[in-house]
């Protein structure tokens, strides 16, 4: 059903029906989950997931479907230019998305990846707050896109040192990796070893002050 409403949203909006594409967001939302686009961002995650309901796997699907609704609602708002509002969907989207992790793929495939990675570029231009990043650490390592999780691990240390501590766990967790693994994440062992001597320098520094 999700798909079927999706590809009526987009054909919407691609004939700039942009009305008829946000009537059918709310539709689609109010029909598979029972809650409209301003509640599912007005709710903080853990209260959708008691309204969604007990059972994790179903509670998976549904938090996903609710992000993607919100991710469709501001593609159309940032057509008709109101970017501040789309933000903040593309925000909560994520959130969503990536609130459990290891269950993205289980609930869409690789359309689910590409569904978050999609949103992620269109907060490209937006300091995320410092548990969203935390999450693309968490999302980046499962996906095996080393690289990408390395530049967000120093984008924190850079703003916060403590963070170190984190940052080598991840690359002691990564080294136990064979090295074509590594080198399939983009992250050659030699790369990786490098990146945990610098940032155990970092914890010791940051240890004497």
């Known amino acids: 059903m999700l798909g079927r409403a999706l590809a009526r949203i987009i054909f919407f909006r691609e004939t700039k029906n942009y009305d008829a594409a946000l009537l059918e967001v709310e539709n689609t939302g109010r029909s598979l989950l029972g809650l409209d686009t301003d509640t599912i961002e007005r709710l903080p995650v853990s209260d959708l997931k008691n309204v969604l309901g007990p059972d994790p796997a179903l509670a998976r699907s549904r938090l996903y479907t609710a992000g993607v609704l919100l991710k ?46 999609s949103v992620i570029g269109k907060l490209k231009d937006y300091e995320l707050p410092a548990d969203m990043k935390r999450r693309l650490i968490d999302y980046y390592e499962y996906t095996a896109r080393f690289d990408k ?10 703003e916060s ?49």
């Open 72 to 117: 469709e609602k501001g593609e159309i708002l940032e057509l008709k230019d109101e970017d501040s509002v789309s933000a903040g969907l593309f925000l909560k989207a994520l959130r969503l998305m990536t609130d459990t992790i290891k269950g993205i793929e289980e609930v869409d495939g690789q359309k689910g990846i590409y569904n978050v990675d």
């Open 149 to 158: 999780a390395e530049d967000v691990i120093f984008e924190i240390v850079d």
């Open 161 to 209: 040192p403590s963070f170190a501590g984190e940052g080598i766990s991840y690359y002691e967790r990564l080294l136990k990796k064979s090295d074509s693994e590594l080198e399939t994440g983009h992250l050659p062992r030699t790369e990786a070893e490098d990146a945990l001597r610098e940032l155990t320098e970092i914890r010791q520094r940051t240890d004497k002050v």
